[in-house]
Every structure is written in C-alpha cells, then in structure tokens.
C-alpha cells in the first residue's frame, strides 16, 4: 500500500515535467534517468518520436570506465553526453528530469553537460 503511493505520486510527478518539457528537432528532450546502479540519458525529438543521441554508463564507448549513478558517474556521462551532441550538431536541450528533483546527482549532470557548451 506505502509503495503503490509512492509509485502513484512519483508517476505524477513524471508527468507533470512531460506535460511541460517537449523536444523538436533544433531544440531535442535530453532525458536522464538515475537507477540505484546506472544513469540513461538521451536526446529525443518528441515530434518525430526519434531519439537522436543516447548514451549510458553501460555504454562501451565510454572506454571500459566504471560509471556508478552517483556524483563522479554523472559528471562523466554529462561531459560524454555534452560532447556527443555537439558532434551530432545540437547546441541547444531541454532538460528532462523526470520524477527527480533538480538537486544532487540531475544538477551535477546538467552542470557538465552545460560545461561542454550546450545550452539549456
């Protein structure tokens, strides 16, 4: 019963964000997702329903490195991130935080990502 409450109210708060937050081709959804173990991030264009770039700390492309979902982990993957999609051509996201505040390891990942020059 405790769980389902707060599954429900973590639910609305995802929705919340998505009610205001959509991605388009100039301007794609750069949608980050913490797990107890890993960190998701992608850049989606909610128009087309395409994601364009997506990395994980799963990826190998970060080199074989230990990426946790903590501090150090999205410090990592937002610099990785940042600079993927400056390759790809985006200068320009909206942040997605999903159900999590914009505090602790979402404002360490969007401070790096914002470091490698892309604005929010």
């Known amino acids: 019963m405790k769980l389902e ?4 109210l973590q639910q609305k708060r995802r ?11 100039e301007r794609p959804r750069l949608s980050v997702c913490f797990t107890n173990k890993h960190i998701y991030a992608q850049a989606i264009n909610d128009y087309v329903g395409k994601t364009l770039v997506s990395l994980t700390s ?3 492309e970060l080199g074989g490195a230990k990426v946790l979902a903590n501090g150090e982990g999205a410090t990592l ?4 991130i940042g600079e993927k999609l400056k390759t790809a051509g985006i200068t320009a996201v909206v942040l ?3 159900p999590r ?5 979402v404002k360490i990942f969007a401070e790096a990502v914002r470091a490698t020059g892309i604005n929010f």
């Open 77 to 80: 993957l937002g610099t990785k």
């Open 96 to 98: 997605d935080r999903g």
């Open 58 to 60: 799963l990826s190998k």
């Open 15 to 25: 929705w919340r964000v998505r009610s205001k937050v959509s991605g388009t081709a």
């Open 101 to 105: 505040q914009y505090h602790g390891c």
């Open 5 to 8: 409450k707060k599954l429900d």
